[in-house]
């Protein structure tokens, strides 16, 4: 079942990283802006959407979070679309997926 969010809480929970974008490890208090380390494996993250979705996407393997959770933390539906079908409907673990958006990074930087 979804959780229903009050209005007024909708912008809190936005824009949310809850789990670190590189190792999954999840933080006691979630992140919601500036640059962040994570105790865990020392990496280090802005709250750029790349580490949203990373992020998205381990809170979405460890608490299979349903399409509507997801875009409570992933303010951006086209993201919140992205995380959803790679993650929880096509099953993609975090190598996957970092070597999906590298790709994607390499096409949009390919001279033409
Ligand atoms: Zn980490």
Not at 59 to 65: A, D, F, H, I, P
Not at 78 to 102: G, K, S
Request: proline share 4%; charged share 25%; hydrophobic share 40%.
């Amino acid at each position: 079942m979804p959780i229903e969010v009050e209005p007024n809480l909708k912008s809190v929970l936005s824009n949310m990283i809850n789990f670190c974008p590189y190792c999954g490890n999840q933080f006691d208090k979630p992140i919601k802006d500036g640059i962040s380390q994570c105790l865990n494996c020392t990496r280090v993250f802005d709250c750029s959407n790349y580490h949203i979705i990373l992020s998205a996407a381990w809170q979405t393997r460890k608490q299979n979070l349903d399409l509507d959770r997801i875009k409570k933390i992933v303010p951006d539906e086209d993201f919140a679309n992205f995380v959803f079908y790679l993650v929880d409907q096509a099953c993609y673990n975090h190598e996957e997926l970092l070597r999906l958006l590298e790709k994607f990074s390499l096409i949009k930087n390919a001279k033409m």
